[in-house]
């Protein structure tokens, strides 16, 4: 145990360790815009919040030494990055930390975004505002956002910094905001590079650029949390998506995937297991001169076995841009899948789903459950026949709803069916069935919804299932089944 004594002790010296790691950061920093005066007025307000602040708890020192320490190397990556025998560990490099307090524990949720200086425009402010705004504060406990600084022009460094930390003083010191930049002499060449799909020169070192921009900012994040998600720094995001993004996680529990996509839009919502990033970044590195990193990402996505995109809507970040940070441009690209306004992701608990309906070629049962795009599609269904869902463990269900057909085929929906819960398990031959099921209702027009299933059902449930009443000829889609808990 630790006494009082000790844990005073430990206090003091790790708001020295912050308050070194301050002032060397202002002495890095040339002609800093940042005062003396700027730096003791941070150093207060930790002070005050180290105590507000009650969520950052007590945490794994090992964690802070592998997310904030890289020996140096600058050799291992210049020769077109040839050294593949370590894919999964870190990239050899020593980053600035430009404004960065210690992780006192690992979070669910890291969010990466890269920034360089734009002829025109300038959102990053704006989205990392988005961030924070669109979060409540139960769920930036879990959140660490990671800045990339890439540009090599230093004044302009120094004033993003500024502005920055004027802004976010109160995150950054509360750990959820970390402000990085990886120094030059790391990059490889970008002069030269090969000119594929007849880019001009000016373009190709761009996008080059940017890979190595990400695969750094990759690097340094692969151990802050569990998850992490790319945004671009133009972005708007939507109300409580760290929600959203963990409900669709846990739907997916057990089910292999790379990369789940939460916009459609160039490299906006693109999430990955945290374990992952070394390879991306290593890939990404290797590959840094060949094409644009969302096409990179793709080929990553496939070289991992994941073959189908994963992506789910509505979308939750927006592109909010009007200028690229490629010479200006006009970029005026919309998600129309987005939606900012709270929506009610479903919890689809973990379960197994089958039928007895001939299944037309690879639209099976699961489809329908999931939040991707996509759906179940059998062919004519008789009197009978039956989709149903088991899950892992006994649940409590708040609301149920199912939806059939689609636009381009509205007349593929279930026109005679009903939907009914079970509650008694037993096995037969290692399956697990409902022997007895209670009716919550009939479809009507091809969808089914209930409300207040909890207050209509005394037991937990361990089984639904849709039953078909007659015979149709049509062929049935169920696009969608969305089950809220309690």
Known sequence: MINSGQERMFKFHQVKHIFDTLDKMRCLRKR??????????????????????????????????????HQLNPERYVHTFKDLSNFSGAINVTYRFLAVMPLQRKRFLTIGLSSVRRKKGNYLLETIKSIFEQSSYEELKEISVVVHLADFNSSWREVMLQ????????????????????????????????????????????????????????????????????????VRCSKN?????????????????????????????KLYHSHDLPRLAHFLLMFYQEMPCDWLLTHFRGLLAQKNVIRFKPSLFQHMGYYSSYKGTENKLKDDDFEEEPFDIPDNPPASLYTNMSVFENYDASKAYSSVDEYFWGKSPSTGDVFVIIFENPIVIKRIKVNTGTEDRQNDILHHGALDVGGDIRYFKQNRQCVTYIRLGEFKNGNFEVSDVNQKIQFDIHCMRIYVTKTQKEWLIIRSISIWTS
């Open 32 to 69: 800093s815009t940042v005062s003396f005066l700027g730096v003791l007025v941070i150093f207060l307000l930790f002070m005050n919040l180290y105590i507000e602040d009650s969520y950052v708890m007590e945490g794994d020192k090992q964690l802070v030494r592998e997310t904030s320490t």
């Open 163 to 234: 502005d920055i930390t004027q802004k976010f003083a109160h995150h950054i010191i509360a750990g959820r905001l970390m402000v990085i930049h990886a120094p030059e002499e790391y990059y490889p060449i970008l002069s030269g590079l090969k000119r594929n799909y007849n880019d001009p020169e000016d373009r190709v070192r761009f996008r080059s650029k940017q890979n190595v921009d990400y695969a750094f900012l990759l690097n340094f994040c692969a151990n802050i949390s569990d998850y992490y998600v790319m945004l671009e720094d133009d």
């Open 241 to 269: 998506f760290f929600t959203a993004i963990k409900k669709v996680i846990t739907s997916l529990e057990g089910t292999y995937w790379v990369t789940l996509e939460f916009s459609k839009l160039g490299y906006i919502g």
